[in-house]
């Protein structure tokens, strides 16, 4: 049974920093990634790495700013984020799954957190 909990959300001003923590347990390797949801906007990819390889994919929003890592047990994922905009304000997930394809779709990853929010104003 895997499970992803999510922590490091917090209200931030623009310009401000937040770093994102995932823990993961019950899965062992494939790929990891964080989503963002903003209420009335689909769920949209920020980034992923590919835990066998650790090549990653970054969103194109997110290049420059955000930066996705995993612990050294594999079983972490991070997300800093730095010069956070008011736009970046949403709902943030970590997800995960074997045999991913394009890690900043959605629809390739079955197990996900429950979310972890941040509001930059």
Known sequence: HVQLVESGGGSVQAGGSLRLTCVASGYTSGTMGWFRQAPGKEREGVAAVYTGTSLRMTAHFAEGRFTISQG???????????????????????????????????????HWGQGTQVTVS
């Open 72 to 110: 050294n047990s594999k079983n972490a994922l991070y997300l800093q984020m730095n010069n956070l905009k008011p736009e970046d304000t949403a709902m943030y997930y970590c997800a995960a799954d074997s045999g991913v394809v394009d890690g900043l779709k959605a629809y390739e990853y079955t």
